[in-house]
């Protein structure tokens, strides 16, 4: 990292995803990050100012941090939705299940942030959001007509947080891939609606 600022926010993310953002020190950022006080209290004159430099890395870095290596070599635009969660499920097996999605983590942990924390929480959401609907959009001529790709992709958001906060309390997998695995089982079926002109929230006839 080029700059003592970048270690700061960096390790403050990563510390804050694992630990929660109440129970990190700012001794903790320090050590982890190989930096004096003077230093931190340079750039950021309270630990609310790290918290919003280090929701605004993540905003801004959602493509290169996460999404560009995810879909790496994945031109199909639903298993590019597939291999973003497995890339957090990858995250997780590797941390042995603590890791926490940082954004997630924070919004339960954050009962009632201050405006401009909720606001660059929501900004976060959104943008992840944003993407994944990318994606859907991209297939949609495989799904029904009435199939809404930004509901598609908020429930794919549910599905992606649910588990991770599921498998960090039983330190198992099992939650995370069951989501995934009802998710794939839905976006199955609503091909097959569309390859058979059929509209899948309305029974068929006969």
């Not at 209290?41 to 918290?51: E, G, S």
């Not at 493509?63 to 994945?74: K, Q, S």
């Not at 943008?127 to 991209?138: D, K, L, S």
Request: contains cysteine; proline residues 6%.
């Amino acid at each position: 990292m080029d700059s003592t600022r970048d270690r700061l926010v960096f390790t403050a993310l990563r510390l804050f995803g694992e630990k929660g953002y109440g129970s990190t020190s700012v001794a903790d950022i320090l050590r982890e990050a190989d930096a004096n006080s003077g230093s931190l209290y340079h750039f950021f004159p309270t630990k609310q100012d790290l918290l919003i430099a280090v929701l605004e890395a993540y905003r801004d870095g959602i493509e290169p941090m996460l999404l560009a290596p995810a879909w790496e070599g994945v031109a199909d635009p639903l298993e590019r939705v597939f291999a973003l969660l497995a890339r957090y499920r990858q995250a997780l097996e590797m941390t042995a299940c603590l890791y926490g999605c940082p954004i997630g983590s924070l919004a339960l942990e954050l009962h009632e942030p201050d405006p401009p924390v909720r606001e660059l929480l929501a900004i976060n959401f959104e943008g992840w959001v944003r993407h994944v609907r990318g994606c859907f959009e991209g297939a949609r001529e495989r799904l029904p007509a009435g199939a809404d790709p930004e509901k598609l992709a908020r429930l794919t958001l549910t599905i992606m947080e649910g588990g991770v906060m599921q498998s960090r309390t039983y330190r198992s997998l099992d939650a995370f891939d069951t989501g995934v695995e009802l998710l794939r089982d839905y976006l199955n079926r609503l091909e097959q609606a569309a390859s058979d002109g059929r509209d899948p929230k309305r029974p068929s006839e006969g």
